[in-house]
């Protein structure tokens, strides 16, 4: 693919390549038809470099996340969302070009991000829902972000730019990153995942017991960074009264997203911190305090939670259908409802609870 000859973005990309692999001539996977006239892959392009260091693998680097050309945004700081990603993958010794997945699923963190306008950081991460390559048989089902350990961010005549680095993970890591944080996870997995380069093939590094153990020290002393979690099931329902009845208010929550919820809470509200799920017509908001209590008025709902209350929570929320009250908080109910995993055609290929 050529590119505009007053290619500023583009051209400072390349160059930290050239320090990092000198003369190496990538594969390049550029978009025929742009994002803007209506072609489908919102990237400009997409470089793969053959790297042998620690082990043999594909580092793809993407190109459009960043302004490449002029300089349109307002924003002077910063070069377009301020970032490229880039992503390590094992590379099998025969294999001559990068897997279409890959490169698929970076496209499509394009579309996530051009779309939504959410940006991604360093210590982020975004739960899949499935395998990352889909199809395989891989334990890796969500993704999390580092600073790239070789590419460090840059300045350029459109602004500052980093490079983040897109790392396969299991649904366990995935939780110890919510429960503690990304960063901590990561860094505690290095030694067993140099340049954090991403492996369909291996298992959860939760099951070591030295990883396990520094994460659960890690939750303990430090609590969680989580303060915010959007819950694709979430639901409230206001409680009624009657003549000669009086019907709870309920909160319904997801078997799927249950359990982590509850170690948000030991590591939020037991740490004093607070947490708020976000969900498509409800707000839930937990703050510690004294005394419990909860309030609800269009579509927010609060619950203050005292120590013993948000332990007997936590410890009720669990993958499994069902429906209790919490001593310290009379009034409202709490439902955990069956979640069903679906495909992209929308079959149900999991139920959960």
């Not at 082990?55 to 050309?69: A, D, I, Q, R």
């Not at 607070?274 to 269009?298: C, H, I, K, Y």
């Amino acid at each position: 693919m050529t590119h505009e000859d007053n290619a500023p973005g583009w051209d400072a990309i390349d160059d930290a390549l050239l320090k990092l692999y000198g003369e190496q001539e990538p594969k390049h996977y550029g978009a025929l038809i742009p994002y803007a006239l209506g072609g489908p892959d919102p990237l400009n392009g997409i470089s793969a470099y053959v790297s042998n260091t620690p082990m043999p693998h594909w580092h793809m680097v993407t190109y459009g996340f960043s302004e490449l050309y002029d300089k349109e945004s307002d924003q002077l700081e910063e070069s377009g969302y301020g970032f490229e990603l880039t992503f390590r993958l094992a590379k099998p010794e025969d294999e001559e070009e990068p897997p279409a997945w890959a490169l698929n699923l970076l496209q499509n963190m394009g579309r996530y991000v051009f779309n939504s306008g959410n940006i991604f950081r360093s210590g982020d991460y975004l739960d899949a829902n499935g395998p990352i390559c889909l199809g395989a048989d891989t334990q890796l089902t969500a993704l999390a972000f580092i600073e790239d350990p070789e590419l460090p961010a840059m300045d350029t005549p459109n602004g500052r730019v980093e490079f983040l680095q897109m790392i396969g993970i299991t649904r366990e890591e995935l939780e110890a990153m919510q429960t503690w944080n990304t960063l901590g996870v990561l860094q505690a997995c290095a030694e067993h995942m140099p340049l954090y380069i991403t492996d369909l093939n291996r298992d959860s590094f939760l099951k070591l017991p030295s990883i396990s153990e520094t994460v659960d020290r890690g939750m303990k002393e430090e609590g969680s960074n989580t303060g915010f979690l959007y819950v694709s099931q979430l639901a409230f329902e206001p409680g009624k009264k009657g003549w000669l009845s009086k019907t709870p208010a309920a909160l319904q929550i997801g078997a799927k997203q249950a359990g982590i919820i509850g170690k948000l809470l030991q590591g939020r509200i037991l740490k004093d911190k607070s947490l708020s799920l976000v969900g498509s017509e409800v707000r839930v908001v937990f703050e510690p305090g004294n005394e419990s209590r909860w309030t609800a008025e269009d579509g927010d709902v609060t619950l203050i939670l005292d120590d013993r209350t948000a332990g007997e929570f936590s410890s009720r929320l669990v993958p499994q259908v069902s429906t209790f009250e919490l001593s310290g908080l009379p009034g409202i109910r709490i439902e955990i409802v069956k979640t069903e995993i679906k495909d992209q055609e929308g079959n149900v290929v999991q139920v959960i609870g």
